[in-house]
């Protein structure tokens, strides 16, 4: 399986944010979205990427800094791509490899997507149950 699987599945749609704006503003998009990070862009160029580790790391200094730092001075710059047709696994040992949980996914250099670490342990469980469904049927028909 492939992310483009994924995609295809749950959607292209990628909330993103100005690296202008501050953390407290960032913090309200993740709430309101319901998600763990938010891709940073300006134009169509991918900026960075601020995280829920991102915003707790900061608070965890001084709570007021939430209002008055910018996304900018927060995020993670050197953001960790994935490309549509790279392997569920692979892209999960990426991921893991570099401790993250998001995983901003471009195309000829624009963000089509984001898929998050429960997206594909989610879509492994599918595939494998998908194999062994497969399995038994082939064993119970006698090969």
């Known amino acids: 399986m492939r992310i483009q699987d994924i995609l ?5 749609r990628v909330v993103t944010t100005s690296p202008s704006g501050n953390v407290t503003d960032a913090m309200n998009v993740l709430n309101e979205h319901n998600i763990g990070a938010v891709v940073v862009v ?11 580790r991102d915003v ?12 008055t730092t910018t996304i900018h001075d927060t ?9 549509p047709e790279d392997e569920v696994h692979s892209a999960m040992g990426v991921m893991t490899q570099n401790r993250i949980r998001h995983l901003p996914i ?5 963000l089509v997507g984001i898929v998050s670490i429960g997206d594909l342990v989610n879509a492994a469980w599918l595939e494998a149950a998908d194999e062994n469904r497969h399995l ?8």
């Open 42 to 52: 300006e134009g169509d160029a991918i900026k960075g990427i601020l995280s829920e």
């Open 8 to 12: 295809e599945s749950k959607g292209g």
């Open 75 to 83: 995020m993670t710059r050197d953001v960790i791509v994935g490309l």
């Open 106 to 110: 471009v195309r000829d250099g624009r």
């Open 136 to 143: 038994k049927d082939y064993i119970q028909s006698g090969g």
């Open 56 to 67: 707790l790391r900061l608070g965890a200094r001084g709570p007021e800094l939430l209002a």
